[in-house]
């Protein structure tokens, strides 16, 4: 895979997943959206890794992995309690909650 194929990859990755995150106001495409968006920098990392032929870019790639990994596990668990609580999983939803406690 050369360079540019790679950095077309990501700019393809990073672009549907900013319109996942600004067009939807579902959770579960919120967070497609933010996974998207780490894979387009993984993507990215491997390529300068290969580039310049260094393992210091798959290194980052196995970090990112372990860290998105955590990070969505813990996001689940909220969206799952929120869908619980709520009865829905709509970011109007989570706004409800905060004008609540502003009250």
Do not use: P, Y
Not at 30 to 58: C, D, K, P, Y
Not at 71 to 100: F, I, N, S
């Amino acid at each position: 895979m050369t360079l540019e194929l790679a950095l077309v990859i990501a700019a393809l990755l990073f672009l549907i997943g900013m319109a996942l995150i600004i067009l939807r106001r579902n959770l579960i495409f919120l967070l497609l959206g933010i996974e998207l968006l780490f894979n387009a920098a993984m993507v990215i990392a491997l390529a300068g890794g290969a580039r310049w032929h260094s393992v210091t870019g798959q290194v980052l790639v196995v970090f990112m992995m372990a860290l998105s990994g955590a990070a969505l596990a813990l996001t689940l668990a909220l969206l799952l309690r929120v869908k619980q609580e709520l009865g829905g999983d709509t970011v109007d939803d989570l706004r409800q909650l905060r004008e609540e406690v502003d009250e």
